[in-house]
């Protein structure tokens, strides 16, 4: 019987090398705050750069100046007096990533708002939620939703939570910490929907997030991945090899610019 602890302790100490859980080495976190707008909701995105960023820590991107989404085409720039990018006053975003890890999840937002899907009556969970922003939409739009990442990113979660769900909606979202291989069996199986934006691009963490999804998928499930295709990470060998195994894939949406795919995921 010792056998499977010995290697649940092997696994988390595999995590631990891919996804480090020592505060210390972000001790330079900062925060940023962005505005966005789909299907007629306004959200207000705090991002804790550093410890809290979440899965997407390790690969921080530059992104263009601070801007609001309103939907339906490319994001555009915040009027001067309405900016929505806050920083440190000692600190200047044109040094620092901004939100490393949204431009997936605005294009998840974005086609959530093109399809108009209703998330109503459905359960719904999000694997690497990061900023929420994805969950957090799907709850204003109907869902009993879980979102889930990694224990130190569930502060920045809280924070944006309480700034964009209604009291009265507050019910219906829950944040859980969800390490990917090692604890999903303390999630149930059979979720409607499973949501994961920019989740796909550490190759040791690809047989962990199958085995999730594996459990918490059912015959009706539904999945939706936004991802940036990287060569570099072997994100398309997932979609095109590893997920197909298991799963069907289909391309629903791709932005060439961007580099952005978005695929609907069900089980064979």
Same mark, same amino acid.
């Given at each position: 019987?010792?056998? =499977?602890?010995?290697?649940h302790?092997?696994? /988390?100490?595999?995590?631990? /090398?891919?996804?480090? !859980?020592?505060?210390?080495?972000?001790?330079?976190?900062?925060?940023?705050?962005?505005? &966005?707008?789909?299907?007629?909701?306004?959200?207000?995105?705090?991002?804790?750069?550093?410890?809290?960023?979440?899965?997407a820590?390790?690969?921080?991107?530059?992104?263009?100046?601070?801007?609001?989404?309103?939907?339906?085409?490319?994001?555009?720039?915040?009027?001067?007096?309405?900016?929505?990018?806050?920083? =440190?006053?000692?600190?200047?975003?044109?040094? +620092?990533? #901004?939100?490393?890890?949204?431009? @997936?999840?605005?294009?998840?937002?974005?086609?959530?708002?093109?399809? @108009?899907?209703?998330?109503?009556?459905?359960?719904?969970?999000?694997?690497?939620?990061? #900023?929420?922003?994805?969950?957090?939409?799907? #709850?204003?739009?109907?869902?009993?939703v #879980?979102? *889930?990442?990694?224990?130190? *990113?569930?502060? %920045?979660?809280?924070?944006?939570?309480?700034?964009?769900?209604?009291?009265? +909606?507050?019910? !219906?979202?829950?944040?859980? /910490?969800?390490?990917?291989?090692?604890?999903?069996? %303390?999630?149930?199986?059979?979720?409607?929907?499973?949501?994961?934006?920019?989740?796909i691009?550490?190759?040791?963490?690809?047989?962990?997030?199958?085995?999730?999804l %594996? +459990?918490?998928?059912?015959?009706?499930? *539904?999945?939706?991945?936004?991802?940036?295709?990287? @060569? $570099?990470?072997?994100? /398309?060998?997932?979609?095109? *090899?590893?997920?197909? !195994?298991?799963?069907?894939?289909?391309?629903? %949406?791709?932005?060439? @610019? $961007?580099?952005?795919?978005? &695929?609907?995921?069900? !089980?064979?």
């Open positions: 019987m010792a056998a =499977p602890r010995r290697a302790v092997e696994g /988390a100490e595999a995590l631990d /090398a891919v996804f480090p !859980r020592d505060v210390a080495l972000f001790a330079d976190a900062f925060p940023a705050e962005a505005r &966005y707008h789909f299907c007629g909701y306004g959200l207000r995105i705090a991002q804790h750069h550093g410890s809290r960023l979440g899965v820590a390790p690969v921080w991107e530059a992104l263009p100046p601070p801007s609001v989404h309103r939907g339906r085409g490319r994001p555009r720039a915040v009027p001067k007096g309405t900016a929505s990018l806050v920083f =440190p006053s000692d600190m200047s975003p044109s040094t +620092h990533a #901004t939100l490393s890890s949204m431009p @997936q999840a605005l294009a998840l937002c974005q086609y959530f708002e093109e399809q @108009q899907l209703d998330f109503r009556g459905k359960q719904v969970i999000e694997l690497g939620a990061g #900023t929420g922003i994805v969950g957090i939409l799907a #709850t204003l739009l109907g869902g009993d #879980t979102l *889930t990442d990694l224990p130190l *990113t569930l502060e %920045q979660l809280r924070e944006n939570v309480a700034r964009n769900v209604p009291a009265e +909606h507050m019910a !219906r979202a829950h944040i859980r /910490a969800l390490s990917w291989g090692l604890d999903h069996e %303390q999630f149930p199986s059979g979720y409607d929907v499973i949501l994961g934006a920019d989740i691009y550490l190759r040791d963490t690809y047989p962990l997030l199958l085995r999730t %594996q +459990h918490l998928s059912g015959p009706s499930s *539904t999945i939706y991945l936004a991802s940036k295709m990287r @060569q $570099e990470h072997g994100t /398309a060998e997932f979609f095109e *090899t590893l997920l197909p !195994r298991h799963f069907a894939c289909e391309l629903v %949406q791709r932005d060439e @610019q $961007e580099n952005i795919s978005i &695929y609907r995921v069900t !089980r064979r």
